[in-house]
């Protein structure tokens, strides 16, 4: 199986890697629209800031590529909320694919949210074997609220999308490859997506 990790100078690459690695896959880096569009899987990871990494990826065309692609593609962190329509911050145009606006948590709250938190209402092969309540790794300041794409809900001030499903595409807000046994289930049920 060729998974391919987008590369546009914004993901915590080295953590997404050995995740796959520890589950036997080799995950290629790439920035080429044909590698990625001749992946088995895509996993368009984000850590940062929404605006400049919008920015890198309409630089590279990878804004036009990322939306066309037919294979199963997991959007990580910022990759899921890049997937939605826009982002509070940095007043940023996302792509369009998921069907909710990003939004800011509150100052009720401590933010970013760092930690561990449940999740809950799973609706997805994405989380076959994995259990209500399990606990990821978030950390982020900016959310989904839930939507007709949720697909798992997390609980933060208020209750708001830990993960999207539109077609074949998949957004998590929090981090798999960070989220000990139940994020190796995770990455393992993307792949065995049909």
Same mark, same amino acid.
């Given at each position: 199986?060729?998974?391919?990790?987008?590369?546009?100078?914004?993901?915590?690459?080295?953590?997404?890697?050995?995740?796959?690695?520890?589950?036997?896959?080799?995950?290629?880096?790439?920035?080429?629209?044909?590698?990625?569009?001749?992946?088995?899987?895509?996993?368009?990871?984000?850590?940062?800031?929404?605006?400049?990494?919008?920015?890198?990826?309409?630089?590279?065309?990878?804004?036009?590529?990322?939306?066309?692609?037919?294979?199963?593609?997991?959007?990580?962190?910022?990759?899921?909320?890049?997937?939605?329509?826009?982002?509070?911050?940095?007043?940023?145009?996302?792509?369009?694919?998921?069907?909710?606006?990003?939004?800011?948590?509150?100052?009720?709250?401590?933010?970013?949210?760092?930690?561990?938190?449940?999740?809950?209402?799973?609706? /997805? +092969? @994405?989380? *076959? =074997?994995?259990?209500?309540?399990?606990?990821?790794?978030?950390?982020? %300041?900016?959310?989904?609220?839930?939507?007709?794409?949720?697909?798992?809900?997390?609980?933060?001030?208020?209750?708001?999308? /830990? +993960? @999207?499903? *539109? =077609?074949?595409?998949?957004?998590?807000?929090?981090?798999?490859?960070? %989220?000990?046994?139940?994020?190796?289930?995770?990455?393992?049920?993307?792949?065995?997506?049909?």
């Amino acid at each position: 199986m060729k998974l391919v990790i987008v590369n546009y100078g914004a993901g915590n690459i080295q953590s997404i890697k050995f995740a796959f690695k520890r589950l036997g896959y080799e995950a290629v880096l790439s920035d080429k629209a044909e590698e990625i569009k001749a992946a088995d899987r895509v996993i368009f990871p984000g850590v940062g800031e929404a605006s400049s990494a919008m920015n890198k990826l309409k630089a590279s065309g990878l804004d036009k590529i990322i939306p066309e692609l037919k294979q199963p593609v997991l959007g990580i962190c910022l990759g899921m909320q890049l997937m939605c329509h826009t982002s509070e911050e940095g007043n940023t145009k996302g792509l369009g694919i998921f069907d909710t606006d990003v939004v800011r948590f509150t100052n009720s709250v401590k933010v970013p949210q760092i930690g561990w938190n449940q999740i809950t209402n799973l609706k /997805s +092969a @994405l989380f *076959k =074997d994995v259990i209500e309540k399990d606990h990821i790794y978030l950390v982020h %300041s900016y959310y989904a609220p839930i939507c007709e794409e949720t697909i798992a809900v997390t609980d933060y001030e208020l209750a708001y999308s /830990s +993960a @999207l499903q *539109k =077609d074949n595409f998949y957004g998590v807000q929090f981090h798999p490859e960070k %989220s000990s046994k139940v994020g190796a289930r995770i990455l393992k049920n993307f792949l065995a997506l049909q």
